[in-house]
């Protein structure tokens, strides 16, 4: 059997969704999605710039298949974030959207009050709702109890490419949730998405660490490649740690014994 | 009769009664590619010929950029 996951109605085999910013250009970006394997990927919704005639649209260079999530960044409170994600939905006509209410500007991390009352605003009015969050089991609780699809906490700041730095936290969170929880924001290489798999991540959602990479197309790879091979180490079991050696080779039968 | 508006965060002047299809038509947006809120609610876009503007509206035109 296929080893897929679902969010609301929807079903996905791949575990990675990717971001469309900071991509150097736009085909580079639709090279390194094919190339990333992913079902899903983020867009942000912003003001048309009025005076931009013809400009290329982001649409046209997304892989046709993909799903979009469109996400409400940069917003600062519970109110903007819920128009955006109205906004979103009338431009995608999905209701999938990634609920971000940032509360400080150095580290990007959620106002989680603001953010659990945006959930239940959005929630009631029918949105799949995937918010971005803190590793904070309490905060993961609050927002699967306003009716959350999913949980997404941080492995680190935003863009930081720091890796998971509260491992524990997040591990709880998994242990926790009942409703699906990914890892967003935070990865820099393909180790750390490994890692928020062995962990017992559902899926893994990052931008910059493809898109800021000196060649985002075999990053790409690279991610779909680590979150792969860390799920499957999820599932096949991991050894516990020990101290000390537990050879691997018989200890008998060793010559001129 | 021109009347002001707030658009993307803008005093424009427009003409009187002009509905959200004659504001996209006159900015020479195609509406497939965007979605238009005004006074902070949603016009969806089976409503956009229906949909008249006024004096003082707050009208927010917005697209997909990248984002993560």
């Known amino acids: ?257 | 009769m021109p009347m002001q508006v707030r658009l993307n965060g803008e005093v424009r002047e427009l003409p009187d009664g002009i509905t959200v299809s004659g504001l996209l038509a006159h900015l020479g947006v195609k509406a497939q590619r965007v979605a238009v809120e005004v006074n902070e609610t949603v016009v969806t876009k089976d409503r956009y010929e229906a949909h008249r503007l006024g004096a003082g509206d707050s009208i927010e035109i917005v697209a997909f950029v990248g984002g993560g």
Not at chain 1, 14 to 34: E, I
Not at chain 1, 110 to 124: F, H, I, Q, T, Y
Not at chain 1, 147 to 176: D, F, H, K, Q, V
Not at chain 1, 187 to 214: F, H, Q, R
Request: aromatic share 4%; net charge neutral.
């Open chain 1, 1 to 257: 059997m296929a080893d897929t996951w679902s969010i609301g109605k929807y079903t996905f085999t791949s575990r990675l969704l990717v971001g469309t910013g900071k991509f150097p250009d736009f085909p580079t970006m639709q090279k390194a999605h094919v190339a990333s394997g992913a079902e899903v990927v983020t867009v942000a919704v912003r003001r048309l710039d009025l005076s931009a005639k013809g400009e290329a649209s982001l649409l046209e260079w997304i892989p046709k298949g993909m799903t979009l999530l469109p996400n409400t960044a940069a917003c600062f409170t519970a109110d903007e974030a819920v128009r955006t994600a109205r906004l979103g939905r009338e431009l995608g006509m999905g209701d999938l959207v990634k609920l971000e209410v940032i509360g400080d500007p150095r580290t990007l991390f959620p106002d989680v009050v603001g953010l659990v009352e945006a959930a239940k605003v959005l929630v009631k009015e029918g949105f799949t709702v995937l918010p971005y969050t803190n590793d904070d089991p309490v905060t993961a609780k609050r927002l699967e109890d306003a009716g959350c699809a999913a949980i997404m906490p941080l492995g680190a700041p935003i863009g930081s490419g720091l890796g998971l730095r509260n491992p524990y936290n997040l591990r709880i969170i998994m242990e926790t949730a009942k409703v699906p929880v990914l890892v967003d924001a935070g990865v820099g290489t393909a180790s750390d998405a490994a890692i928020a798999m062995e962990l017992g991540a559902v899926a893994v959602l990052m931008n910059t660490a493809i898109a800021g990479a000196k060649d985002p197309v075999l990053m790409a790879a690279a991610m779909r490649d680590a979150v792969s091979a860390g799920r499957q180490a999820f599932l096949a079991g991991r050894i516990p740690m020990k101290l000390h050696a537990a050879a691997s080779s018989p200890l008998t039968g060793l010559i001129g014994s």
